[in-house]
């Protein structure tokens, strides 16, 4: 490539519930953030991807995120690749990434030069997911922003974290018994935050940053807060992966993973 060259670089990451998009510019050894947004494809990723598709789009472009990638005739990375460039750009130093997303929650252990050492997951319940959280909000007809924004004050109702079922139970029984639908909620998001605090129980993570959907629920952040010695949630966040896929240098596409 030519370093005077200006390349604009497309970066699409299909989460379980999203797609997040980031477009770039590369131009003299500098990057540029044109745009990003984020959008929910409700369970119909490929209809999403057309549409993205039918507009003009530039000539680099890499995917990353769910199986539905490999579809593609589009170079394609694994997300943890994503996460890997988005920590070098942002030069991020943490002992661990968090990955809490809409499908599962994975921690993406690091070396002291930012690579990913090892990855754990979450098992499969459903139950601390933010799918779940966002399916139980709308059983109780609250929008995203509501649920997350609940006062720093209220009480915490007990859910069970043990699987789906019980858990789906707990929220409706407490709020048949009239237990609020804030009190339910800021229960949800100690349950989630607890799975989280377990999944990081056998690694080193004094550090922590934090990205994915999760990352905008101020209840669970609070909790996190709390247990690590700091917990950084990038601007990026929710379009994390989407910038590091954008971020692939040229001679590296391929497809992969």
């Known amino acids: 490539m030519n370093p005077e060259a200006t390349t604009h670089h497309l970066g699409i990451n299909i989460g379980a519930s999203s797609i997040s998009i980031v477009e770039l ?9 044109l745009s990003h947004k984020t959008r929910t494809h409700h369970g119909n990723p490929k209809q999403l991807v057309e549409e993205i598709f039918s507009k003009e789009t530039p ?7 769910r199986k539905f990638r490999k579809l593609l005739n589009i170079t394609t990375i694994p997300e943890s690749e994503a996460v890997e460039l988005s920590t ?23 070396d002291k030069n930012r690579k990913i050492s090892k990855c754990m997951t979450g098992n499969k319940c459903a ?20 649920a997350v924004n609940i006062d720093d004050e209220t009480e915490v109702y007990n859910i069970s974290g043990r699987c789906s079922v ?14 609020s639908k804030s ?13 989280i605090i377990e999944l990081t129980s056998h690694t080193h993570c004094e550090k922590a940053v934090l990205i994915g959907g999760v990352s905008r629920n101020k209840k669970i952040l609070d909790t996190l807060k709390n247990h ?27 497809n992969a993973g």
């Not at 510019?25 to 953030?33: H, M, V, Y």
């Not at 000539?59 to 995120?65: E, H, L, Q, R």
């Not at 750009?89 to 690091?110: C, H, R, T, V």
């Not at 789906?168 to 407490?174: F, I, L, R, V, Y």
């Open 25 to 33: 510019k590369k131009a003299a050894g500098q990057i540029q953030i």
């Open 228 to 254: 690590f010695n700091e917990l950084v949630v990038p601007d990026q966040s929710t379009w994390f992966e989407a910038l590091g896929a954008a971020l692939l240098p040229e001679g590296r596409s391929r």
């Open 88 to 110: 070098e750009y942002l030069q991020l130093n943490a002992d661990i990434i968090i990955s809490a997303g809409a499908e599962n929650f994975m921690i993406y252990q690091l």
């Open 183 to 195: 009190n339910v909620i800021a229960g949800l998001c100690r349950m989630m935050a607890s799975k």
């Open 59 to 65: 000539a680099n472009v890499v995917v990353t995120g």
């Open 166 to 179: 019980f858990c789906k139970s707990d929220c409706t029984h407490a709020l048949n018994k009239g237990i």
């Open 127 to 146: 139950s601390g997911t933010g799918e779940f959280f966002l399916q139980q909000i709308k059983r109780m007809d609250l929008t995203l922003e509501e």
